[in-house]
């Protein structure tokens, strides 16, 4: 594989690839996702790729370098601390409702949104938001949810009859664990269809060949997207997405769990007067929500 015109082997960078996610948090990405960042990484610092072409064993210290930065800028920029030990519970939860099938399922799919800080604080006001959010919207019959985390396990809580849904992340193991949640939601309801696949939303581009939707959620990702330069990544996302109406979130609170002195995000307020994209600001304890009008998607 060549790099900047420099030709790398292709059993090193599996090799990488391997070393690299042998951090449980990160062995949930795909191998396709951290070539990609690692070849972009490559590419930008021509010094370590220099370093690791005169000395490719994993022993050597720029080798090391190379992984740890990696590993560091992949849990920075994407958040990847989904330890494996929430990730099984998560498993056993869904393979309990697809196996056993109880009555109280519910309860079952309350306890999945639970093993993750942002879907638990949600438990409490779920109905509220989405019968605020489609009071606005219209009820949808299809969605698009990016970045979609642990989202979709609040489908039940949307009431929604007729639904295709169409989840995007990161994480093979997390889409093939919802992948089972969506076939159990489809026993409950025929007229339900789900759907979930990798996407790298910095390919913003590839947002275009997505099915029309009627709604887009965006929750809690635009500082992920933007990572502090601006936020032109968000606006293209915004731009791309066939979706008529798109919902994006941002928490009211610091990492540290103070609560910030001014909740909502001015610079999208001017973003979207700029695009013309008409919105309405609905504020819950913990988290701000944008519900955004596009132009009709033809």
């Given amino acids: 594989m060549n790099i900047g015109g420099q030709h790398l082997d292709n059993e090193l960078i599996a090799q990488l690839i391997t070393d690299i996610r042998q951090k449980k948090e990160l062995r949930s990405l795909s191998r396709e996702f951290v070539q990609e960042q690692l070849l972009l990484f490559l590419e930008r610092e021509p010094k370590m790729l220099h370093f690791l072409l005169q000395n490719p064993s994993s022993r050597a210290e720029r080798y090391k370098q190379i992984v740890k930065e990696l590993r560091k800028r992949l849990r920075r920029a994407y958040g990847l601390f989904r330890w494996d030990e929430e990730l099984h519970k998560r498993q056993q939860l869904v393979e309990e409702l697809v196996m056993k099938k109880p009555q109280n399922w519910k309860k079952l799919v309350g306890q999945v949104l639970a093993t993750h800080a942002s879907t638990q604080e949600r438990l409490s006001f779920f109905e509220h938001l989405y019968r605020q959010i489609f009071a606005i919207t219209g009820k949808p019959k299809r969605i698009i949810d990016l970045g979609c985390g642990l989202h979709p396990y609040a489908i039940p809580f949307m009431k929604l009859k007729t639904l295709e849904y169409f989840a995007y992340d990161l994480s093979e193991e997390e889409l093939q664990t919802l992948e089972q949640f969506f076939a159990f939601l489809h026993t409950k309801n ?32 635009t500082d992920v997207l933007d990572r502090g330069k601006g936020h032109k990544v968000t606006e293209a996302v915004l731009r791309e997405v066939s979706a008529r109406f798109v919902v994006v979130s941002f928490p009211t609170k610091t990492m540290s769990g103070k609560r910030m002195n001014y909740p909502k995000r001015k610079w999208m307020e001017l973003l979207c007067n700029r695009l013309g994209y008409p919105f309405t600001v609905l504020q819950f304890p913990d988290e701000v929500f944008y519900v955004i009008e596009k132009k009709m998607v033809s």
């Fill in 190 to 221: 025929p007229q339900f269809q789900g759907h979930a696949a990798i996407l790298d939303l910095f390919h913003w581009q590839k947002l275009k060949h997505l099915k029309n939707a009627d709604v887009c959620f965006l929750f809690k990702m």
